[in-house]
């Protein structure tokens, strides 16, 4: 165990172009390795979306058939489609702190409703409870 070499070192050094020779050489096979790879995750996401798209076309005219057949109205679409969101989930909007606020306002005040209704139900129980053994003669 004493006096033993690093052995990644030993053999890497060794290797042509191993050790500190060509790290230009594999800057450039790391850069074009990760183009690739983000390429193929792009086409990748690209055949996922198109499949999806014609399941969802397929699904429609299935659910057309059964509106058809039974007398259905469609109902109007209220969600329109989406928006394109950039390739890049970084660089959609940001919420203004006032957006923020107003969430956490909208938050707030839903918890509070639900506590208060919560009380107030109790309450009335506690009421119908006490007035049910309260005899008033």
Same mark, same amino acid.
Not at 27 to 56: F, G, P, S, T, V
């Given at each position: 165990?004493?006096?033993?070499?690093?052995?990644?070192?030993?053999?890497?050094?060794?290797?042509? !172009?191993?050790?500190?020779?060509?790290?230009?050489?594999?800057?450039?096979?790391?850069?074009?390795?990760?183009?690739?790879?983000?390429?193929?995750?792009?086409? #990748?996401?690209?055949?996922?979306?198109?499949?999806?798209? +014609?399941?969802?076309?397929?699904?429609? !005219?299935?659910?057309?058939?059964?509106?058809?057949?039974?007398?259905?109205?469609?109902?109007?679409?209220?969600?329109?489609?989406?928006?394109?969101?950039?390739?890049?989930?970084?660089?959609? +909007?940001?919420?203004?702190?006032?957006?923020? #606020? #107003?969430?956490?306002?909208?938050?707030?005040?839903?918890?509070?409703?639900?506590?208060?209704?919560?009380?107030?139900?109790? @309450?009335?129980?506690?009421?119908?409870? @006490?007035?049910?053994?309260?005899?008033?003669?």
């Amino acid at each position: 165990m004493f006096g033993m070499l690093n052995p990644v070192s030993a053999v890497t050094s060794q290797l042509p !172009g191993g050790g500190d020779g060509g790290d230009e050489g594999d800057k450039e096979k790391e850069e074009e390795a990760e183009r690739e790879r983000l390429e193929a995750i792009r086409e #990748a996401e690209d055949r996922r979306k198109e499949k999806h798209r +014609k399941l969802e076309e397929e699904r429609e !005219g299935m659910r057309q058939g059964i509106r058809d057949k039974y007398q259905i109205k469609k109902k109007e679409d209220i969600v329109l489609e989406e928006p394109a969101m950039p390739d890049n989930p970084l660089m959609r +909007k940001k919420k203004t702190p006032e957006e923020l #606020a #107003a969430e956490a306002e909208a938050e707030d005040q839903d918890e509070f409703m639900k506590l208060k209704n919560t009380i107030e139900t109790q @309450i009335n129980e506690v009421k119908q409870h @006490i007035e049910g053994k309260c005899v008033l003669q």
